[in-house]
């Protein structure tokens, strides 16, 4: 659908205009900063997610989170919190985050402090990157068939 197409977009042009920014996956960024570190490596992490004009955090809910990540990712947002801009894209509802952290507390106070100013931009369709491969015609096409293309029919 272009989620993170656009969040790249808005990151360049927010780039050309001065400011810094620092584009990661959710996955990366809770990795990171639940490593074992040293306090001195924990804050020169949590600084990288935190002195950028603008972080973009793409994928949410895309995989599974270890465990204590909306302890991490609250941490970021709280900070970041009407100081620096943050995006984050995801493909799941945010009625479904409480799940997805395993932390329903974690996640009412994220979406708390990251939805207060926030610009929501929902988006619905079919997938970008199958967009203009033979995949989407062919999954059109056969739309019961249950089994995926065959390479050849990826070709098309």
């Known amino acids: 659908m272009g989620k993170s197409h656009l969040a790249q977009a808005i990151g360049y042009h927010i780039i050309k205009a001065g400011f810094q920014v620092v584009y990661c996956s959710i996955f990366d960024l809770v990795h990171q900063l639940q490593a074992d570190q040293s306090p ?23 995989k599974i989170l270890p465990h204590k990540a909306g302890e991490v990712l609250f941490e970021i947002v709280m900070r970041r919190y009407e100081n620096k801009s943050t995006l984050m894209t995801s493909n799941r509802p945010i009625e479904e985050w409480g799940k997805l952290l395993n932390d329903v507390p974690a996640a009412t106070a994220i979406l708390d402090r990251f939805l207060h100013h926030a610009e929501i931009i929902p988006m619905k369709g079919r997938s970008y990157r199958l967009r203009y491969c033979g995949r989407s015609q062919v999954m059109e096409e056969q739309p019961n068939s249950g089994s995926a293309p065959s390479e050849t029919e990826n070709k098309k």
């Open 40 to 62: 001195a490596q924990l804050d020169r992490s949590l600084g990288r997610y935190l002195k950028p004009d603008l972080l973009v955090i793409d994928d949410m809910g895309l």
